[in-house]
């Protein structure tokens, strides 16, 4: 066969149109907000759900549900972008932002790190440089368009860093633990980029 | 959540819903979870004899189960394919570009019957 | 690392679908649309020449691929609907609204046009006369397409022989939604008439016409308990639909004493998973 076949009539989904200015490259955008799963769905209680600011060596800060939700809430309307090449724009969060939890944590004593790695309900990782949580730059988000997340978009609570790919915004998330050295988190141990910016296209370990 | 607290949570909530039909659920969390013979394709691209046949060895809890036989979640960066008995993952294949990864180290041990060029009868 | 193909043995028999046609059965092949057959409202049966299909067995699936003009392509994969014994392959897609792929399947392929696939996929998942019974087989809506073709293939194998039907007693208990979502209606009931070894019981779970004698609810232990074979007699299982169907089911015979080993899985889902979806 020399001329690659075309499946006559076939579009598929998700046709950059007017919005094409604002997708990564090689991303398409969808209305849709596809569900993907690595696990089976956590369903952690609220009455038992806490998050865990961990240092690299020790103490820990701790809150719990209604503690979480005591803290300055913000809105977030953001881009987001998979890996997998659906984009989604002008999404609608709540949530905690880093920068909130990183002064909260530095105040009981818990020592910051070069990296963080978050850590999930159902054992997912994945793991940034500080510098990319923080600077306004990512939150816990515990509502999407303005409802509570629900458990298959990784509720009560996933981290949300919309200039990384979004494998990297951690689902279920329960911890950041900060760390000296660099560790690679689920994906990112299995060969996909290790740092993940949509826009240099880095989406497998060896792009640049 | 202990791996058995989660299993104990998964069963229940399963004991409630109950059997339905519910194709339109297709979008909720659980439906996401396939069989191993999901996996057939694209590990047809690497092992040469049908490896959802094969028998693994899950590495965390020892349950040894054939590989068409595993939770596979059909995960849009890679297949992850999870033991049965306790959820850990066993298995991971991804296709990106004209690569393919296998991640194994979740089998302890891979064992496939009948392998070979068979005697003439 | 990877061999492909037979490395020896010229001689050997080849058993179609097994592994020793590997080479043959992974590569990508253009098929041919024959025809295009309406099962439901939302389901379409394909009936495919496949130019050098190795042959498959029941219970195996294809890879579909589509490729639009700009190169993007989307990839899902569809049980195989007919029996081996057939020289034609047979794929039932149901149609989901909002699916990337199956709307394509089912309302824009016709007669005349190419369509890329590869198989047969797949040897857990598969059923043949020489592996024996009783059979049990228990289908969720387009569940029912790999159990159809077992029953295809056994009715094609065993038609002719009595002595060999009452070896292989079988037994199919398939959900719908209403009557016209039922897949290959004008099949099953000859099929169970002129067969006293095969029994076919059918669940509608949300609307039966005026009459209906079957069952008239969602899948439960209750049902299963009584139609099932008992577990004594060892029956190989199959069950096929959506995922919570088919855990609860599993679950549920487990429970009643099936051996877990016997009884096999295939979950239909979305993106991308065995049987028809998306």
């Known amino acids: 066969m020399t001329e690659p076949f075309v499946s006559r009539g076939f579009r598929g989904r998700g046709r950059p149109g007017a919005t094409a200015a604002r997708l990564p490259p090689g991303q398409y955008e969808t209305p849709d907000f596809p569900v993907l799963s690595a696990?089976?769905?956590?369903?952690?209680?609220?009455?038992?759900?806490?998050?865990?600011?961990?240092?690299?060596?020790?103490?820990?800060?701790?809150?719990?549900?209604d503690e979480f939700q005591a803290l300055p809430h913000e809105t977030v309307n953001t881009d987001i972008h998979c890996v997998t090449k659906w984009s989604k724009l002008d999404t609608i969060w709540e949530g905690v932002s880093l920068d909130t939890l990183l002064a909260e944590a530095a105040t009981r004593g818990v020592k910051s790190a070069p990296y963080v790695l978050a850590v999930s309900d159902g054992g997912y990782t994945t793991n940034l440089p500080l510098a990319d949580?923080?600077?306004?730059?990512?939150?816990?988000?515990?509502?999407?368009?303005?409802?509570?997340?629900?458990?298959e978009h990784g509720g009560p609570a996933r981290l949300l860093v919309p200039h990384l790919y979004f494998w990297k915004s951690a689902k279920w998330v329960r911890q950041l633990r900060f760390m000296e050295h660099d560790e690679a988190g689920f994906w990112e141990s299995f060969g996909y980029h290790n740092y993940g910016d949509p826009w240099r296209e880095q989406r497998y370990s060896g792009d640049p | 959540m202990t791996v058995g607290e989660h299993r104990e949570a998964v069963m229940n909530r399963e004991a409630r819903t109950g059997p339905e039909e519910g194709v339109d659920d297709e979008r909720a969390g659980e439906v996401l979870r396939l069989d191993g013979n999901a996996a057939a394709g694209i590990l047809s691209e690497v092992f040469v004899p049908d490896l959802t046949t094969a028998r693994a060895t899950c590495a965390n809890c020892g349950m040894i189960r054939a590989i068409g036989a595993l939770l596979v979640y059909a995960h849009g960066m890679g297949m992850v394919m999870r033991c049965p008995n306790c959820d850990a993952v066993v298995l991971r294949v991804a296709r990106p570009r004209r690569q393919l990864w296998v991640d194994l180290t979740g089998a302890k041990l891979v064992v496939m019957a009948g392998v070979g060029a068979p005697s003439v009868a | 690392m990877v061999t492909r193909g037979v490395s020896s043995g010229t001689a050997a028999t080849r058993?179609?679908?097994?592994?020793?046609?590997?080479?043959?059965?992974?590569?990508?092949r253009l098929a041919t649309v024959v025809d295009v057959v309406t099962e439901t409202p939302r389901a379409r049966t394909l009936v495919l020449d496949v130019p050098g299909w190795p042959g498959h067995r029941a219970g195996q699936h294809v890879d579909v691929r589509l490729t639009a003009d700009d190169g993007y392509q989307a990839e899902r994969s569809y049980s195989i609907a007919s029996a081996p014994e057939d020289a034609r392959i047979a794929l039932?897609?149901?149609?989901?609204?909002?699916?990337?792929?199956?709307?394509?399947?089912?309302?824009?392929?016709?007669?005349?046009?190419?369509?890329?696939?590869?198989?047969?996929?797949?040897?857990?998942?598969?059923?043949?006369?020489?592996?024996?019974?009783?059979?049990?087989?228990?289908?969720?809506?387009?569940?029912?397409?790999?159990?159809?073709?077992?029953?295809?293939?056994?009715?094609?194998?065993?038609?002719?022989?009595?002595?060999?039907?009452?070896?292989?007693?079988?037994?199919?208990?398939?959900?719908s939604r209403r009557w016209e979502d039922v897949f290959y209606r004008a099949e099953l009931a000859p099929l169970a008439e002129d067969d006293e070894t095969l029994e076919v019981a059918l669940t509608l779970t949300h609307e039966?016409?005026?009459?209906?004698?079957?069952?008239?609810?969602?899948?439960?232990?209750?049902?299963?308990?009584?139609?099932?074979?008992?577990?004594?007699e060892r029956p190989k299982v199959f069950v096929c639909g959506p995922t919570p169907l088919v855990e609860a089911v599993a679950t549920a015979l487990v429970e009643l004493g099936h051996d877990p080993a016997l009884v096999k899985t295939e979950r239909v889902g979305p993106t991308g998973g065995s049987g028809s979806a998306a």
């Open chain 1, 39 to 65: 696990g089976p769905t956590p369903r952690t209680p609220l009455a038992t759900w806490d998050f865990l600011f961990r240092g690299a060596d020790g103490p820990a800060a701790r809150w719990t549900w």
């Open chain 1, 133 to 151: 949580v923080a600077g306004g730059k990512a939150w816990v988000a515990v509502k999407y368009q303005g409802v509570p997340l629900t458990p």
């Open chain 3, 15 to 28: 058993e179609p679908g097994s592994s020793t046609l590997r080479s043959a059965a992974i590569a990508w």
């Open chain 3, 92 to 175: 039932t897609v149901q149609r989901l609204d909002d699916g990337e792929v199956s709307p394509y399947l089912t309302d824009v392929l016709r007669g005349g046009d190419r369509l890329e696939l590869r198989g047969p996929i797949g040897g857990y998942f598969v059923w043949g006369v020489a592996l024996g019974g009783p059979l049990f087989l228990v289908a969720g809506g387009s569940g029912i397409v790999p159990l159809m073709a077992m029953l295809r293939h056994r009715a094609a194998v065993l038609t002719a022989n009595s002595d060999a039907r009452h070896g292989v007693p079988t037994r199919l208990l398939y959900s």
């Open chain 3, 208 to 232: 039966a016409p005026p009459g209906w004698t079957g069952f008239r609810r969602l899948i439960d232990r209750r049902m299963l308990a009584e139609v099932a074979w008992p577990p004594a």
